[in-house]
């Protein structure tokens, strides 16, 4: 019956999404009522809630008539990973995508009174309400978690061992996407600004603070994915340029010069252009990430297993970047603004530069991530593009975007500004530059991102203390001071961590610059092949107390899984993985580093985060004095021959 249930909320929501696009593409075209349409968002949303309390309720009740639950649930799983397994392997996975894609669409097409009317709108909703098809589509006739499977097993493996293993499953994956999918609604303004030729008004506050919620929220999900991996994955380190990681980061780059340009873009309307090509090309990111993740196409831990999604996930890929092309060509004479430059030392050239900068730093990126596919697809063979390559490129021209960071504080927007205010923070990145170079000898990028981050925090000091603001000022202060935390935490981890392995007997002592750990027990179960260990570690010098890392079998997935172990301090991190053990239990091989700054890198993550929902939170939706929104829509077809 569940299986049944699933099958037709899945069908259901595939019908309601196609009558919704349609019914949306009618207002925009016509000016047709809006309450059919926004009953056909709430059925397309339903459908989605009940397909996936459907689902949730089948691993909970360890129903393994259900092939997902078979391949994914288990009755000796912790109830909060049977929860989370919703989304542990890729067709379930895709039932969070439906709701929250369905969810950003009701949210954006509700009925609002007192604000200003949006022309651009229902074109919107009908770009969102046809990747709502697509995606029930793709889930309903080629990744249906709800057939069936005969015989029915007895018990399931669980979900995958390294996805059980930290409670931030439950909080990365939804939050990530949740950011994803929400820059769909940039992503629809954007279509329909230039199917409509209105180009120069999609820097609105719709999508502000949609842009600015769907950052933030994508922030917070690449800062815990980070944290997972360096608590879980055992390797000590938070991000390798893995192909998965680099997936979500090129969203969240074109997504930061987006909101830099929808700022710009209010006082310099040569600049409204970047609005829409910056708003389309990163949700054409999102679905380039969805195809590496969903595909197969890159081997990476963070990756779903191959699967026949590739080819079609392809073929939307495509055909959106054709769409996007074909209409950005068609409009490229009018979208040109001859009114409104903007002065060299201005605010808004700053804006653009950084927005230059972070396209250069994604363009970049995506170069070496889909390099090896494009060889492998042309030549047949295997290549790699190693982090070497990421850490020559483009993190020198991420310093050049701290360097204007810091300039921002001090200009004015519009006029040309007077940098006597720099020389407060230059002289604070200078001395913290001389002051570290004669401490130690970190390398010149890291040297250089110490100094700049002093000087980028430094002005935002001088920045709060110098005007009043009110609480998207303080947003953005925060999440630009987030920024330059990161940095210098990425400095630090990579600068000053130092790390050794070795194979202990009990009683050898394994010391890593002033910190030292001492073997004193090993406990191990099970076989050589599959087998369960614990070793007991009391460190000494610089740290004291226990530290007890693990491996993990999982015989239903014939997996052993090292479980490292952490304790954090105020500047550092003592990290101790158990690598190998021997079968008398007489050794263990033992990794132990000690990772300085990494706290900065999740305090900057979350700064970030946090400094993007506030200003998010103040941004004007509308003036009190405008008319309520009408019924019916006035006709936009005219507008857009």
Known sequence: MTGRLGDLCLGLGLIAAVASALLWLRVAL????????????????????????DLESALIRHDFGIRYVAENGGRNVPLHYTVTSLWAALDGSLLLWLLILAGCAVLLGRRRRHQEWDPLRPGALAVTGVVTVFFFALTYFAANPFAAVW??????????????????????????????IALVVPFGYGIAALATGRTDQIFGAVVRRWTLAAWALLTAGITMGAWWSYAVLGWG???????????SLLPWLTATALLHTLVAGRRTPALRSWNTSLACGTFLLVLVGTFLTRSGAVASVHAFTASPLGPMLLGFVLLSVAVVLGLTVWRAGAAADPAGGSLLLSRESAMLGNAV??????????????????????????????????????????????????????????????????????????????LVGLISRPGVLALAAFGLGAYVLAGLVQAAARRPHGLRRIGWLVAHAGFAVVAVGVAASSAYTLSTEQQLRIGDTLRVGKVTARLDAVDRQGAESGMNARVRLTLG????????????????????????????????????????????????????????????VWLGGTLIALGGLLAAARLPAGSPREPAEPEREPVLAAEAV
Request: aromatic residues 6%.
């Open 30 to 53: 016509v000016g047709a009522a809006t309450r059919p349409a926004r009953a056909a968002g709430w059925v397309t949303l339903a459908a989605a809630v009940l397909a996936c309390a």
């Open 151 to 180: 015989p029915t097993p007895a018990d399931g493996p669980g979900p995958n061992p390294l996805l059980r293993e930290h409670p931030a499953m439950g909080i990365h994956p939804p939050l990530l996407y949740a950011g994803y």
């Open 237 to 247: 380190g938070y991000w390798a340029w893995d192909p998965v990681e680099n997936a």
């Open 357 to 434: 900068l972070l396209v250069a730093v994604a363009t970049i990126v995506l170069t070496g991530t889909l390099f090896p596919l494009l060889v492998e697809a042309v030549q047949g063979s295997q290549a790699a593009v190693g982090p070497g390559y990421f850490d020559r490129s483009a993190v020198p021209v991420t310093l050049v975007v701290l360097l204007l960071m810091g300039l921002a504080p001090m200009l004015r927007p519009g006029r040309t500004a007077d940098l006597r205010g720099a020389r407060g923070p230059a002289l604070a990145g200078l001395a913290t530059v001389v």
């Open 541 to 600: 010098g610089a740290a004291s107390g226990a530290s007890d890392p693990e491996m993990r079998y999982y015989p239903a997935r014939d997996l052993t899984v090292s479980v490292p172990a952490i304790r954090s301090g105020a500047t550092r991190d003592v990290y101790a993985t158990v690598l190998a053990v021997a079968e008398d239990g007489s050794t263990a091989t033992v990794r132990l580093a000690v990772n300085q700054g990494v706290g900065l």
